[in-house]
């Protein structure tokens, strides 16, 4: 087994078997991290927040990216990115389709008990879970762009939309905001990756420039982590 160059990044632990660290690893926690925010940041921003609902697609979302996406990415590597070879393809192909089906099953009793037009965002979503992380279409869609559309934009609206089955001026504007932020995320993070694969230029200047996006990856990702904890915190304690 062989996770090249990855069991030492920041986010995987630095003990325990290898096969553990690279399943921490394949959540991407920080990211992850950043992407159930933005579904708490779009649910804060209801005028009445139904804690059962915030709590609802915080789960789905984990599944869904956290795990389905993430193992699907793996799938989809062609051997280039890093958590692959710890598992299976089976392996991947089964963990990917429970925690999507689970995600779905979620979803779904919500859509039809609270919010049909929550239904719009699964079916996109689910497009793009696809079409992003096995590079369909030739990759078309597997763009900064179109991951900071899928992965930004749409959890702040599907936070918002279970809350109030409605779209608001206010929260396609706070959409757009955390999209431009989960464009800092990626446009630091791929040459962040290169630079772990040993295709940066000399060493010790690939190593500073490695450093300064590791900063600007834990900056971005941390702030937006605390900024949905915060909102949560004061929308509950009001």
Excluded at 20 to 49: D, K, N, Q
Excluded at 133 to 158: I, Q
Excluded at 205 to 217: K, P
């Amino acid at each position: 087994m062989s996770t090249p160059g990855r069991l030492n990044e920041w986010f995987v632990p630095s003990v325990g078997p290898p096969r553990f660290r690279a399943a921490i690893g394949l959540l991407f926690l920080p990211y992850t991290g950043m992407v159930l925010s933005f579904t708490v940041i779009g649910s804060m921003l209801a005028e009445t927040v139904q804690w059962d609902r915030v709590a609802a697609i915080i789960v789905i979302y984990f599944l869904a990216l956290g795990i389905g996406a993430h193992a699907l990415d793996a799938v989809g590597s062609k051997g280039l990115k890093p958590w692959g070879a710890a598992f299976t393809r089976r392996q991947l192909w089964l963990l990917a389709a429970v925690s999507i089906g689970l995600a779905y099953a979620i979803g779904i009793y919500y859509i039809v008990k609270f919010a049909p037009l929550l239904a719009v965002i699964a079916v996109l979503e689910g497009f793009f879970l696809l079409a992003y992380n096995l590079e369909w279409f030739r990759g078309r869609f597997h763009t900064d762009g179109w991951f900071a559309f899928s992965w930004g934009f749409l959890p702040v609206l599907a936070g918002f939309v279970l809350q109030t089955n409605s779209v608001s001026p206010a929260a396609i504007m706070v959409a757009g905001s955390m999209a431009a932020l989960s464009l800092v995320e990626i446009k630091a993070s791929r040459p962040y990756k290169a630079l772990k694969r040993g295709a940066g230029g000399g060493a010790a200047e690939g190593r500073a420039q490695m450093e300064r996006l590791e900063a600007i990856l834990k900056a971005v990702s941390l702030g937006v982590i605390l900024l949905g904890i915060a909102l949560a915190v004061w929308r509950w304690s009001g």
